[in-house]
């Protein structure tokens, strides 16, 4: 039985702004306060999508959260019509306001942790929905994520809700786990990154902490000796690394990475990892470590090169490794030569570079719009077909993004109802689209 990585994608939404909001995140901050572009925003993520479906992947596709979150701003004490409470919002505390409109469930990454079925005593694959609690306008994430999530797999999959416990269990999702596996899926081996612990960094509160991942590969029923833990590097956290896919990339049997990556006391969990992979898998783990002198830390993560999405594509009868980099790795000599050196390594065997300049503007490349599920054939048959990506789908996407979608946004908008009730009602039109079963490819 071969396993096939699917992918989930969630649709941008229509009040996709640069709040600033990002814990540690250096994009995200430097664009904050800056006009957006939603329209763009939303097409550039199904120009992905479309590119990735192309390459014979399963492509899953989930509506925008809805945004402005009224309850949020009720709950923090702003009352009256929704009109009185987003000006009182964006004249007390525009950050509240920016939290309640935030389309940062756009980065699936953060989704969730997933589990195939190969790998755990459950029989079925599992999913924890990520709580997000190292920042309020992520917090807000988890529980529509449990509820698209769960409609996706209607039988056969277990979805959990988010961990509890607030800081001490802070949870970032599959942006912070790592699968290796052999070429048909099985018998993986799972790394869970954190960024808690001595040393601290210095600038940067860590987003990912080693008890949620203690915690999830319990709850997941993992065997204990197929489970790593490494720490992150706190250089990294703090030259804006705040996920680990900032800084090391993995597909089946390769895992790259920053040599600053990971804290110097993962060298013997790494070591543990090779040992552990060849013993399973009966083959090497394939480990590059890429060093600050070919790569400096920072361009690396101007770049977001390890943030480039890895899928295998099939081609002619052959499955292939296919690489996405952010155009920002063209763009940067250093990262163009460092993916074509691996395309000529035949690392990959063919590279796409992909205009994600909205999601890369807030903090997010490639893989950090996608959710990877690796599924059995028998599993991807069970999948919702509402939620697959279709061209019919696509094209009526598309019709909805270019009719209703903004092509400018301040913040200051976010405070006027007009704009708002109509990105609530925009959101709702997608979900509606979503719903509707296509047969069209």
Known sequence: MTFVDAQIDRIVGPTHHFGGLGV??????????????PRAAALQGLDKMRLVAGLGVPQLILPPQPRPDFTLLKALGFSGTPAEMLKSALSEDPVILSAAASCS???????????????????????????????????????????????????????RPALPGGAPMRDEGAANHMRLSGSDGKSGLNVFVYGDGPPEPQCHWPRQTKAAGQAIARSHGLQESDVFHFKQHPKAIDAGAFHNDVVAMSHQDLLIHHELAFAPDSCQEIERLKRRFENVIQKPLRILSISSNELKLDDAIKTYFFNSQIVTASQSGKMKWTILCPVQVQQNRVTHELVNRLCAEQVFHAVHFVDLGQSMDGGGGPACLRLRLPLSEQEIGHLDTSALWTESRDSDLRAIINDRYPIELKITDLADIEICQRALETQEVIARCLRQDSGST
């Open 24 to 37: 540690g995140n250096v994009a995200s901050q430097n664009h904050a306060g800056q006009i957006s572009n």
């Open 105 to 159: 469930a756009m980065w699936t990454a953060n989704a969730a942790t997933v589990t195939p079925s190969c790998d755990t005593n459950a029989g079925c694959p599992v999913m924890t929905v990520a709580n997000l609690s190292a920042s309020l306008h992520r917090s807000l994430e988890s529980t529509h994520t449990l509820k698209d999530i769960a409609s996706l797999f209607p039988n056969g999959f277990d979805v």
